[in-house]
């Protein structure tokens, strides 16, 4: 079973800095794609970035400039390095595995049988979230 433990939430000022962290277990970077996304309350689910060894890194046009998406595949831990942060940038950060590159959906993973799994929904595949809140 895949596992994503994700850390590194937490409260700043506006123009402030944070990293995410999120460690997988149950399947290894080199077989795929990871990617966050970020749901603030009242909001759907937004891709904020993804990284794979054979797509574009791919980051939104909100957080272009400021975040920064990596990886580290001898510990299975992907981060996001969050600078300049914005009162906007405050939400719940979900970290997500895709395995098979099955590719990512605006709102939400998409799964062996081509259906989109949303953000903050426990299942697999899917980190618990990180809050991140940003004050002005």
């Known amino acids: 079973e895949v596992q994503l433990v994700e850390s590194g939430g937490g409260s700043v000022q506006a123009g402030g800095s944070l990293r995410l962290s999120c460690t997988a277990s149950?399947?290894?970077?080199?077989?795929?794609?990871m990617g966050w996304y970020r749901k603030a309350p009242g909001n759907e689910c937004e891709l904020v970035s993804a990284?794979?060894?054979?797509?574009?890194?791919y980051y939104a046009d909100s957080v272009k400039g400021r975040f920064s998406i990596s990886q580290d595949n001898a510990k299975n831990t992907v981060y996001l390095q969050m600078n300049s942060l914005k009162p906007e940038d405050t939400a719940v950060y979900y970290c997500?595995?895709?395995?098979?590159?099955?590719?990512?959906?605006?709102?939400?993973?998409?799964?062996?049988?081509?259906?989109?799994?949303?953000?903050?929904?426990?299942?697999?595949?899917w980190g618990q979230g990180t809050q991140v809140a940003v004050s002005s």
């Open positions: 990284i794979s060894s054979t797509r574009p890194t």
């Open positions: 149950g399947f290894s970077f080199n077989e795929g794609d």
């Open positions: 997500a595995a895709d395995p098979a590159a099955n590719g990512w959906a605006a709102i939400g993973r998409i799964s062996s049988r081509d259906k989109v799994e949303p953000c903050a929904v426990p299942r697999e595949y």
